[in-house]
C-alpha cells in the first residue's frame, strides 16, 4: 500500500480487489480508520464484516529466534579467510558440534 491512506485511495484499492476476486466474507485490516470510510462507500462491502488487526509487540520473535543457529553459524565464519574452506569445515563440524553443544535449547 501507498504511504498515503487515506479514503479515497483505500477506494480504489477495494474496488481493484472487487474486479479480480468475489466479495469476501470477512475483511482483515489495520486499525486505520479510512478502511471502515471506504467500506461504507462501497455497495458490495456493505454487509462484509470487518475485523481489526491489533499490532503487538514482539510477534516477529519467533521467526528471530529461528535464524540463531543460522546467525550462531555465521559468527563462527567470521575467523575464516576463504568462505568456500569455512563452508566445507562447517558443514562436517554442523552435525558434530549439535550432538555435543550445551546449549539450554538444544538439551
Avoid: W
Avoid at 468475489?22 to 462501497?42: C, E, F, G, M, N
Avoid at 563462527?76 to 562447517?90: E, I, K, P, S, V
Avoid at 562436517?92 to 539450554?104: D, E, K, M, N, Y
Amino acid at each position: 500500500m501507498r504511504l498515503l491512506k487515506a479514503r479515497p485511495s483505500q477506494q480504489r484499492f477495494f474496488r481493484r480487489v472487487l474486479r479480480s476476486n468475489p466479495v469476501p466474507r470477512k475483511i482483515v485490516t489495520d486499525q486505520l480508520r479510512s478502511y471502515p470510510a471506504a467500506k461504507a462507500d462501497i455497495p458490495e462491502l456493505a454487509q462484509v464484516k470487518h475485523v481489526f488487526v491489533k499490532a503487538a509487540a514482539r510477534v516477529n520473535n519467533r521467526t528471530e529466534n529461528s535464524h540463531q543457529p543460522t546467525r550462531r553459524r555465521e559468527r563462527q565464519m567470521c575467523g575464516f579467510r576463504d568462505a568456500r574452506r569455512t563452508q566445507a569445515f562447517l558443514s562436517c563440524f554442523g552435525p558434530i558440534s549439535g550432538s555435543t553443544s550445551r546449549c539450554p535449547e538444544t538439551g
